[in-house]
């Protein structure tokens, strides 16, 4: 701030900058969910959105994604490696970043929950 007022320059009012912000926000938020939509594809998206609806057990498979990785044993290490799998099988967050529509968005978070559990149960 110092060095403005040494340049005699001036900030915007608060209220343009504001809007600035978020109008940018919302369009690199745009661009990361679009990402994440393309990259998805077609099969990607309809196995994201089966994430949240619950089976005729009334669980969803995101119960499968919250299960925590458990100590390592060869035989939890293999179950853990069949959960790794199914959860792979999901998408290929690796190659996805962080819309055009609420279902992009939507999609976008489900992917991200994914990836986090993906790196948590292969860090065993």
């Not at 608060?14 to 990259?39: H, P, Y």
Request: with cysteine.
């Amino acid at each position: 701030m110092e060095r403005l007022v040494q340049a005699r320059l001036e900030l915007p009012a608060f209220s343009t900058l504001d809007a600035m912000e978020s109008r940018i926000r919302g369009q690199v938020n745009e661009a990361i969910c679009r990402k994440i939509w393309t990259g998805l594809g077609a099969g990607g998206r309809v196995r994201m959105q089966d994430l949240p609806v619950p089976g005729p057990d009334g669980k969803s498979p995101f119960n499968e994604l919250k299960k925590p990785a458990k100590r390592p044993t060869w035989t939890k290490f293999r179950d853990q490696q069949r959960h790794l799998e199914w959860v792979d099988g999901r998408a290929d967050t690796d190659v996805l970043a962080r819309s055009y529509h609420g279902e992009a968005k939507r999609l976008a978070l489900i992917t991200c929950l994914v990836h986090q559990v993906r790196g948590r149960v292969g860090m065993i």
